[in-house]
């Protein structure tokens, strides 16, 4: 069976909830809007999950020119798409230290209500280039709040095989990738270099270690710790957990659920 694109996912505020799309435009940073908001402390450090696992409860869509957020007893909050980049403040993901831009008073209050932690909402401003590690993008790709690449690329076979040792089955959005591929094996992306996609060739130079976030119910919030020690059982290597494909783009385009996909083996 040929591999096929089984479905697109966005996630607009960086560990917050995602959107599942039939089909997703394929911007110079990633799919549109995709980790372009983000939380941060009064640092500039950024928040997930991994300290703030609530954040899996707040809800976003997208209405017209606004990006909607909502959470069980805070109601919705509206964030402007094309919000004004007047104040701007340096912000760390990981290892990188680039430029925000700080929403409103009013959202960064919102969070800061809905999660009981004083942080502000930040976006990436046009003009920003966060570049991916030079190491892996040789001609200065670029990205957007996401941990270090613009896609991540996961199979529906690969969860299947770690739902078959786990006593109580998980949704494959706790490991929030974008693009999920069905009609391979397990583990099958491990061993693509690269796929291409509606003319459109998508690196996969690195596999993605795992934190404690698939551990979390994506519905809940609630941590199973079962579901790493499971799957460190068979995907741990050098120390860490490997789950997924990090995926570096060279074209942009539109990737629709359905698609046909050519690899090329590593």
């Known amino acids: 069976m040929t591999p096929f694109i089984h479905s697109l996912h966005v996630y607009p505020v960086k560990s917050c909830q995602g959107i599942d799309y039939a089909s997703m435009e394929l911007t110079q940073n990633g799919f549109s809007y995709d980790r372009h908001w983000m939380l941060v402390d009064k640092q500039g450090q950024f928040l997930s999950q991994r300290q ?15 990006l909607v957020v909502s959470s069980p007893g805070h109601g919705q909050f509206e964030i402007p798409l094309r919000g004004k980049d007047r104040n701007k403040v340096p912000v760390t993901i990981w290892n990188d230290r680039c430029s925000a831009a700080l929403v409103s008073t009013q959202a960064s209050r919102w969070f800061s209500d809905t999660l009981n932690t004083d942080c502000d909402l930040v976006f990436m401003p046009p003009a920003e280039k966060r570049q991916v590690d030079p190491q892996y993008a040789a001609s200065g790709q670029t990205v957007g709040f ?21 006593d109580k089955k998980i949704d494959i959005n706790r490991f929030r990738a974008n693009i999920i591929i069905d009609g391979c094996e397990a583990h099958a992306e491990d061993q693509w270099a690269s796929m291409i996609v509606n003319g459109i060739k998508i690196l996969l130079p690195k596999p993605c270690s795992r934190c404690i976030i698939p551990a979390i119910d994506q519905r809940t919030a609630i941590k199973h710790k079962t579901v790493l020690k499971t799957l460190a059982s068979y995907r741990r290597h050098d120390g860490k957990v490997f789950m997924g494909q990090n995926g570096l783009h060279l074209s942009t385009g539109q990737l629709r659920v359905g698609q046909k996909i050519e690899f090329r083996q590593k």
Not at 52 to 65: S, V, W
């Open 52 to 66: 703030l696992p609530q954040m899996a409860l707040i809800k976003t869509e997208f209405d017209h020119d606004s």
């Open 146 to 166: 996401a941990d270090g690449f613009p896609l991540l690329v996961l199979s529906r076979a690969s969860i299947e095989l770690l739902n078959k040792k786990l």
